[in-house]
Structure formats: structure tokens, C-alpha cells
């Protein structure tokens, strides 16, 4: 990957020196982990180590160094380890998670320290951020960095990510930033190695096991007048994408910014369910239900990405469609169903 600094070609010292990657263990981490370990990258992996065992989907990844978050901060902090990049997708991601201080400790203050220590480096930085920034959508979908003061997410979780990318935005007037830097607002991620996340992953994987356990599939009535039952729409990315354009902020590299980062085309709740119901090949059977009180104030029924900055910045590559997205997500599901779990 090219040199931080512009360089034709990374010095053969760092060459071999390991990308530092945060939320390891997590859904879009161990996929990034996964894409390391095909491109033969050596990895300081960092996130709770009980969770590299835990996680059968993740079994076979190579993740070499593993480091809790409180270690790594310290050791990054004194010059104890040393990158080539930083790529943190280490974050509470819960959208239910109302524990404000807990969320500006694990997704601001941690997220400040690997700024920081990147800065210190001279190593790219490439982060996490959200579309959960962008609340109910009332100012619109584009990543205008001018905007963000203005925007007003819907839970405590959408407002630490904008805390965090407004907080960049000011380390780089302040001439505090490292030397390549780029956060992605993710919109809605599915794929393979979701299990783990419980309620909060994506109805891709909610689906998948509705459908082999129950025959059917379970989807949130509408409760905002004009928004039939179903057709509540999200931007779902393929997380095989998402990897994609972090590999690319990192080789480009990206100079500076915040962007979006979904497929740029809306689709809807039962478009998915349906893709699902393709992909394994059963009949359809949709069963609706209220959405849960203790997020229907803060759900969003409308999200789609602004692709322009990022396209403008050099990313030419199509977007899977959902269709594709499902299809092979399933296929991946499927075989690991039918894979025995090592003993």
C-alpha cells in the first residue's frame, strides 16, 4: 500500500510491519481480518480475547497478535507498538445502548486515544462512523462535513459517532491529524458472521433463521402514516463492499474526509425478506408484527447514501445488489451450518 506520506511505495520495513485492527472479533472486523489473511497482512488484532474463541464463525482466521482495547491504547501510547495503519471498527454498536458515559468512553474517548496515537506515527487512520448520525434523515443523506453540526441522530449511539467525526474535523483545523485519515458512515451492513450480535444483527441473518427454523418470516408493521407495512427502507450494504473501500482508503490513500459508505440505493424491508426467501428457495410467508416500543421513537424508516464525495474521491467499483448481497451470504451461512464445530 503507498506511503502515508505519498510515497510510491511503502519502505520495506513497514512493508512488514502489521495493520493494527480494532473491533476484530466483531461482524465487519473479522471480514476485514479475513481479507489480511488472504492478502498474507500481519494483524494485531484487538478486542476482548475471550471472543476470538467464542465466536465459531470466526474459526480458521488468523488474527495474529491479540490485544484487549485497554492494552493496546497503553502500548500504542508508548511507542510500544508500531503499525503501518490503524483501522478501528471497534465500537459499541448497540442502537439500544442508552449508558451515555459507557458509550463516550468505548466509542469517543478510545476512539480519540487511536487518533492520537496515529497522528504521533505518522500512520494512515481509517474509522467506523455511522448513518445512525444522520437521525430520522430531515437534513438529508449527503456527508457534507458542514453539515454535521446540524444533524441530530435518534439514540445516544448515532450521537457518539457524530461526536467523534465532529471532533476530527476539529483535530484537522487544529493541524492535529495524521497524515491520511478517512471515517466511513456505515449504513446497513449484512453478511456472513453476524450471529454474535443477537438483536442487533442485520434481518438478513434474522430471516435466514426464521425461515429454516419456522417457515416463515417475521417483519415490523409500519407506525408512520404513508409507509405501507414492509416498505420501511433501508440502504443494505454487503459487508464484502465494506471491506473493499477500507482496503481502498488505505492504498489510495485517502488524504482526509468523512463518507458514506452503503450501496446508494434504498430497498426495502420486504425486498430483503423476499431475497432471503430466493435464496433458499422457499416460499414466501411474511408474518407482521409492532415494532418494539423501546425503539419505535428512534427508528429510522428511510436511509440511503450519498455516494458523490466518495466516488469523487476515486471509488469507481459497482456495489453488490441486495439480491447478489443475499444470495452469497446465505450460500456462507449455510456451509457453516453444515460444518461441525471442532471439538
Not at 86 to 98: K, Q
Not at 101 to 109: C, G, T, Y
Not at 146 to 162: C, I, Q, T
Amino acid at each position: 500500500m503507498p506511503g502515508p506520506c505519498g510515497a510510491d511505495k511503502v519502505p520495506a520495513h513497514m512493508e512488514r510491519a502489521p495493520i493494527l485492527c480494532t473491533g476484530a472479533a466483531g461482524f465487519v472486523g473479522a471480514r476485514f481480518v479475513e481479507s489480511c489473511n488472504r492478502r498474507g497482512v500481519p494483524l494485531i488484532s484487538v478486542d476482548e480475547p475471550a471472543l476470538f474463541e467464542q465466536r465459531p464463525e470466526h474459526a480458521g482466521l488468523a488474527f495474529g497478535t491479540i490485544l484487549d482495547r485497554k492494552a493496546a491504547e497503553a502500548k500504542l501510547a508508548a511507542g510500544r507498538l508500531a503499525p503501518r495503519a490503524i483501522v478501528h471498527l471497534g465500537a459499541c454498536t448497540d442502537t439500544t445502548e442508552l449508558d451515555e458515559p459507557f458509550l463516550e468512553d468505548v466509542n469517543v474517548r478510545s476512539s480519540q486515544a487511536l487518533w492520537r496515537a496515529a497522528r504521533a506515527q505518522g500512520i494512515p487512520f481509517v474509522y467506523a462512523s455511522s448513518a445512525a448520525t444522520y437521525g430520522a434523515g430531515e437534513l438529508g443523506w449527503s456527508d457534507d462535513e458542514s453539515r454535521f453540526a446540524a444533524l441530530r441522530p435518534l439514540n445516544p449511539y448515532g450521537e457518539s459517532k457524530r461526536r467523534f467525526d465532529l471532533w476530527a474535523l476539529e483535530q484537522e483545523r487544529a493541524d492535529a491529524a495524521p497524515p491520511a485519515w478517512a471515517g466511513f458512515k456505515f449504513f446497513n451492513v449484512y453478511g456472513f458472521g453476524e450471529r454474535h450480535k443477537g438483536r442487533m444483527a442485520s434481518v438478513v441473518l434474522q430471516a435466514f433463521d426464521q425461515i429454516r427454523s419456522q417457515g416463515r418470516v417475521r417483519l415490523f408493521r409500519s407506525h408512520k402514516p404513508g409507509v405501507a407495512d414492509g416498505h420501511q427502507s433501508r440502504d443494505f450494504v454487503f459487508v464484502d463492499d465494506v471491506v473493499d473501500v477500507l482496503w481502498f482508503a488505505l492504498e489510495k490513500p485517502l488524504r482526509r474526509g468523512v463518507y458514506n459508505l452503503g450501496s446508494g440505493k434504498a430497498r426495502s424491508f420486504l425486498d430483503l425478506a423476499r431475497a432471503v426467501f430466493a435464496a433458499l428457495g422457499a416460499p414466501e410467508r411474511i408474518e407482521w408484527i409492532d415494532t418494539p416500543a423501546d425503539i419505535r421513537e428512534r427508528y429510522q424508516y428511510f436511509t440511503e447514501a450519498d455516494l458523490t464525495r466518495l466516488r469523487a474521491a476515486g471509488y469507481a467499483r459497482p456495489f453488490t445488489s441486495l439480491e447478489d448481497g443475499v444470495r452469497r451470504s446465505v450460500a456462507r451461512m449455510l456451509a457453516a451450518a453444515a460444518t461441525p464445530l471442532p471439538a
